[in-house]
């Protein structure tokens, strides 16, 4: 296998695509896979036709039995792959042009209620960890940040006399969200503990730290919010992303228009936004079926 090729496919995708670290690990994964199957058929990726993809397409979801997300996920890879091949000139023509992906299943993402928010962001925080936990849900679902955009967020990153926060999201964009006066309130609260807390030691410029003063982990974060939803009696399982869709949601569903949410969201596409229109109808079925005397 051409170690050289893959290591060149995977410092594209960091510094000309500007992808994030995560996403480049599993392209370079994926793409490793494909460049193993090449070898194991003595082909080279360069010589590589349209019906040697649907011959590896077939490999992959009848032979090693993968999931439709996962072949998707793969071939998305394979086509990025490829991408670059062209754009650096090692081939003249694309052999996934003609490839379509399998079509998933879209997935209604899941929300909580007003009710259950309510009771999180009533919760009797104390201790500095509790605060902590309570402000950090006060903020993902006020600005509908992804966990990695929280944990980066710094202290000159967020403006609490004018309401925002800078997110520095996916491939290094960079967008201002406001935020509410109830979240600008709970920040101040926080950050004046924190400033006791950890008074007189030099502690990292992050928002939200740990109990050492260094930047708070995922691994914390999830933790700490499957804790508050155990002591809160939250019945759906906490965790950050909960939190984004309930963000979106709970904003469509007051009137929102979803050119703005998809610009607070960070979103590329529109597409992407979208899904959060399915979600509304969801709830409206069940208001319907609720309160419909047919229902």
Request: with cysteine; proline share 4%; hydrophobic share 40%.
């Amino acid at each position: 296998m051409d170690r050289v090729l893959l290591e060149d496919f995977a410092n594209h995708l960091s510094f000309e695509r500007q992808l994030a670290r995560n996403t480049v690990a599993a392209y370079t994964s994926d793409t490793e896979h494909f460049l193993e199957y090449c070898d194991a058929n003595e082909i080279s990726p360069q010589q590589v036709q349209p019906a040697f993809l649907d011959q590896y397409n077939y490999q992959l979801k009848n032979v090693e039995g993968l999931s439709s997300t996962s072949v998707f996920r793969k071939m998305e890879a394979v086509k990025s792959f490829y991408k670059f091949l062209l754009i650096e000139q090692r081939i003249e023509q694309d052999p996934t042009r003609f490839l379509k992906s399998p079509k998933l299943a879209q997935k209604i993402p899941v929300q909580l209620s007003r009710a259950d928010m309510d009771k999180l962001l009533s919760f009797p925080a104390e201790k500095f960890d509790e605060v902590r936990t309570v402000t950090v849900v006060e903020l993902l679902y006020a600005a509908g940040l992804r966990v990695s955009e929280l944990l980066s967020l710094r202290l000159e990153n967020i403006n609490l006399e004018e309401g925002w926060v800078l997110a520095l999201g996916k491939g290094g964009k960079q967008r201002f969200v406001p935020i509410h006066p109830a979240c600008v309130k709970r920040l101040q609260a926080y950050l004046a503990l924190r400033a006791v807390h950890f008074a007189g030691k030099e502690v990292d410029s992050e928002v939200f730290l740990n109990n050492r003063g260094k930047k708070l982990s995922r691994v914390t974060v999830w933790k700490d919010l499957a804790a508050l939803g155990r002591k809160a009696n939250i019945s759906q399982p906490l965790h950050p992303h909960l939190f984004r869709h309930t963000f979106a949601s709970h904003l469509l569903q007051g009137g929102a228009d979803l050119r703005s949410l998809q610009e607070m969201l960070g979103h590329a596409n529109l597409t992407t936004t979208q899904i959060y229109t399915h979600l509304d109808v969801t709830d409206l079925k069940n208001k319907h079926k609720k309160y419909h005397p047919r229902g």
